[in-house]
Structure formats: C-alpha cells, structure tokens
C-alpha cells in the first residue's frame, strides 16, 4: 500500500545494518545523557536551551555579581545538577548540591516533585539572599525525552529517503561512518561507557577517509543529502 502511494519513498530507503542501529541507540542515548547533565548536546540545541550545570553557575556568582553575570537573567535556559534534599526551604524550592558558595536554587514547575537530580527549563533567573534563583521552570527531563523521541522519528525519515534538516543527515552519515570503523567489542548501545569509548577510539584520518563512502551509499539509496552537501559546500567553498 505505501508503495502504491508513495512510489519514491519505496525505492528510497535504506536499512541500518545491526552495529549501525546499535551505534544510532547509543548515539541518542549519549545525547540525551549529555542534556541532563547540563551539558552541550543536539537535544539541547534543538530545544533552543543553553545549558549549565548548577555547579558552574555557583563559581561564576562565587564573588557575586558582575557585568557578564548579572544579578537576574531573562533568558531560557536549562539549569541541571544533584539536588541537596537538606536545604530545602519549601516545597517548591530546590536546592542544588554544589561544592562552594553560593547556593544554586530553583522554583520546581507546579506537579513536579523533587528528585535526587533536577534538569530544569528556567526563563529566569534573580539572585535572592546571593543565590542564583531560578524562576518559572519546567521539566527538563520531559522536555528532553519528547525531543530525543523526536530526533528518532527524524533520523527514521531521513532513512526512508524524506527531507531532513542538515543536523538530522550530519548525525546519520556520523553516526554510520563510526559504526564501520568500531572495532570488535565496541559494547553498543548496552554498554554505553564501552560504546563511548570506541567512538572516541576512531581517530579523524580514518573518518575522513571513510566519509565519501558513506556518501555513496547513501546516494545510491537514494537518501536526501542535499542539507548536509550544501552544509559541507558552505564549510570547503574552494573544495
């Protein structure tokens, strides 16, 4: 039936082979794992949330406030740490655990309960009492999970030969290149430490020459590069 009505995409789709859907799942995984650690991730990038962790505003507000940390912000932002259940001071504010002064604090989003780890969405921030407050929030967490589940149905459209933005093709032809040069026992997606530590193993020769040939293979599954090409044609424009 699909193919009767979409002829194009019957004849444009490509299937992942085993180590690439592994390396795929523990590519998503990492990134999501990365966003609510409260650092630099796709998933947080595509949200439009600059991220910090509630450690790293503590040392910028340690001598209080200056010109480049102000006392309030009026910026979304995704503030993430541990929470120190001890400093509780009502039920809607948090605590971070943080090595120094000052204390990290947060407003939880109404039906949020504290947890030993927050990842919060905040469009403000005021210091109260010299500690960095952070005002209407919302989950993170959630935020990020909708989002990674979204990036998933991307990556499967860009699969089946659909449009994609330039970051959904960037990370699949990654994502591709890494698993044809993982060696035996590269642990993905279950072990994920594992896993990480093979993608970090490849080094940057062998992806550059491996490159073309994911392109190819692409192409002639008549996948969608046209994002990425342009992307890579704006980067080299005397290549």
């Known amino acids: 039936m699909l193919g009767l009505l979409v002829p194009t995409l019957a004849s444009a789709a490509y299937s992942l082979s085993a180590t690439e859907a592994a390396v795929l799942e523990a590519v998503l995984r990492d990134e999501l794992d990365t966003y609510l650690q409260g650092g630099n991730s796709l998933i947080g990038a595509r949200l439009g949330l600059p991220a910090a962790t509630a ?46 002064s000052p204390t990290v604090q947060a407003q939880l989003p109404a039906g949020l309960l504290p947890a030993p780890r927050l990842a919060l969405a905040c469009s403000r921030m005021e210091l109260i009492d010299e500690s960095p407050t952070f005002m ?39 994502i591709s290149v890494y698993a044809s040069l993982l060696a035996p026992g590269h642990g993905c997606p279950k072990d994920i430490e594992t896993c990480r530590q093979a993608i970090q193993a490849v080094d940057g020769a062998s992806q550059s020459k491996q490159l073309p040939a994911i392109v190819r293979r692409f192409q002639r599954a008549g996948l969608d590069l046209s994002p990425y090409q342009g992307d890579k044609a704006v980067a080299a424009p005397n290549r």
Do not use: H, W
């Open 136 to 174: 209407d929030c919302r989950d993170g967490a959630l935020a990020g999970k909708e989002e990674t589940a979204r990036l998933k149905r991307d990556l499967d459209d860009f699969y089946l030969g659909k449009p994609t933005a330039v970051q959904v093709s960037q990370l699949a032809v990654n």
């Open 55 to 100: 450690e790293t505003v503590s040392r910028a507000y340690a001598n209080g406030p200056t010109a480049r940390f102000p006392a309030s912000l009026d910026v979304t932002m995704l503030i993430a740490g541990p929470v120190d259940a001890g400093k509780r001071t009502n039920g809607r504010i948090v605590s971070f655990a943080t090595s120094g």
